[in-house]
């Protein structure tokens, strides 16, 4: 088993509008 340097916390399959969505749902929950 080989260890990656930088561990894929996302799946590789995520699209950036996803990502981006998720990101502005998590800054939404802690400025309420």
């Known amino acids: 088993m080989e260890e990656s340097p930088s561990p894929v916390l996302f799946q590789p399959d995520i699209s950036q509008d996803d990502l ?13």
């Open 20 to 32: 981006a969505a998720l990101l502005a749902l998590l800054g939404n929950a802690l400025l309420s």
